[in-house]
């Protein structure tokens, strides 16, 4: 016992540059399982989201964020909705019990227009059938989501519907 003490402190007092680069490299290691537990890196694909988000753009998306923090109106997030392969960016527009509502072209939530400077209006193609949306309330633990392209779009109004809370994959952090 007394020669394995021995030589281990022989060892530690000979070599501190290895058991520094140990520690950095378990440091490293632990730092790159965190990061790929709580980020992921995507491609955009489609157009629902023009202008803010172009076609084969990326973006980093924070996992853990919509988790642990409430999530807002406006927020950009990425849906993968059970059963269904496809994952679906979209923005939040209504939160549970939000009362939404589109009456020409203007959206409103709670009774209160809200200013959408981000949406893309393509009149050319404008749908009577998307311009206008009856007041809808937003159950709960639910949310109401649309693209930024809003003609363009399958969201809550047209296909999506409403979004469970844990369908929330995450929220979008940086695009490039």
């Known amino acids: 016992m007394k020669i394995i003490n021995k030589e281990w ?3 530690k007092q000979k070599n501190p540059k290895y058991w520094r680069n ?5 440091l490293i290691t632990v730092m790159l399982m965190i990061i790929s537990l709580n980020f992921l890196l995507c491609k955009i694909e489609g157009e629902s989201m023009y202008p803010t988000l172009q076609n084969e753009e990326y973006i980093l998306v924070n996992r853990a964020g919509a ?3 409430p999530l ?9 909705k059970p059963n269904d392969p496809k994952y679906y960016v979209k923005r939040i527009i209504g939160l549970p019990k939000d009362k939404v509502k589109i009456e020409n072209d203007i959206l409103y939530i709670n ?3 809200k200013k959408e400077n981000y949406i893309y209006k393509d009149l050319s193609n404008k749908s009577k059938y998307l311009a206008n949306f009856e007041e809808r309330e937003v159950p709960s633990n639910k949310l109401f989501v649309m693209g930024d392209n809003r ?3 399958k969201d809550s109004r047209n296909g ?13 952090i ?3």
């Open 160 to 172: 999506l519907g409403y979004i469970d809370r844990s369908s929330i994959v995450g929220t979008i």
């Open 111 to 113: 009774g209160k227009e």
């Open 22 to 26: 140990i520690t950095l490299f378990l």
């Open 9 to 11: 402190k022989n060892m």
């Open 72 to 80: 807002r109106h406006g927020e950009i997030v990425i849906i993968k």
């Open 67 to 69: 988790a642990i923090f």
């Open 151 to 153: 003609y363009h779009s």
């Open 174 to 176: 940086y695009q490039f």
